[in-house]
């Protein structure tokens, strides 16, 4: 079976989210510029490698991981907008709260008043060495509720009853992969923000490429997940999403060969002038 990206982004409500697994998608009250993105495949699924959206769903980001490209909605914040050329990652957390990640290697840029992550976040600045270095991305979602995504391993904070509760479901996740060790979480994970029964999260087993998934959705997103799994599951879909990845495959060949052919003519150029100046 061939191997398929999956994505669950959650809205203010039950009735306004997005699940997305291969090629396809549903989604219900979301921005119509994210929907148009999504549909003239500026974020197409099988490459989208994350999308972030506002508490009120007004305004959101995502990273097309093929092409490199950042999307975003017409009226993002100026600070947001200023970094985004370079971002890593774009997450969002209550009122004007906001978390940029920057390719360059220890940046980051973000504006924060949710305590916990203040606290959690000033801890393990201390605490973990060379932490800014190795902070991919914070995902914030309902309460005291966030993660920290790191190059190796993750960090997860929990509020003080998710604590105490061992069969809570994200709690029970949580112990699952500090457990087993050698895990880290993508930032295509994503937390509910109204309820801390929710959430998607994708974790993948460092130094491979193993993914394993785990999530428990509201009723009607899980529903509209599992019509999407059915899916592509199925010969037709299957044969499609071969098809595609083996486009994708070339595409990225020729880029890579025209990236070569690029630095050749410069070293070329370089040899001429030098042998001009001799």
Known sequence: MVAVNALAIFGPSPESYMVSCGRCFSYRNIPQSLADTIQNGGLSMMSTAWISVTRNMQDWV?????????????????????????????????????????????????????????????????????????????????????????????????????????????????????????????????????????????????????????????PEMEQKMQELRDLVETPEEQRALLAHEQMQMAYLEQIQMAAISQANAVMEGMDAMQSAIW
């Open 62 to 218: 995502g990273l097309n991981d093929a092409t490199g490209e950042r999307h975003y909605s017409d009226n993002i914040a100026p600070e947001i907008l200023k970094q985004l050329a370079n971002a890593e990652h774009v997450s969002f957390g209550d009122a004007n709260e906001y978390i940029v990640n920057l390719e360059s290697v220890g940046a980051w840029y973000g504006n924060i008043d949710n305590p916990a992550v203040l606290e959690s976040l000033a801890s393990l600045r201390k605490q973990v060495p060379d932490f800014d270095a190795r902070l991919e991305g914070i995902i914030i979602g309902h309460g005291k509720n966030h993660f920290y995504a790191l190059t190796h391993g993750f960090v997860f904070h929990l509020d003080d009853e998710l604590e105490r509760d061992p069969r809570h479901p994200l709690t029970k996740v949580v112990r699952e992969f500090q457990s087993a060790g050698s895990w880290r979480i993508l930032k295509s994970s994503t937390l509910c923000p109204w309820d801390p029964r929710y959430f998607f999260l994708n974790f993948q087993e460092e130094g491979s490429t193993v993914i394993q998934r785990r999530w428990n959705l509201p």
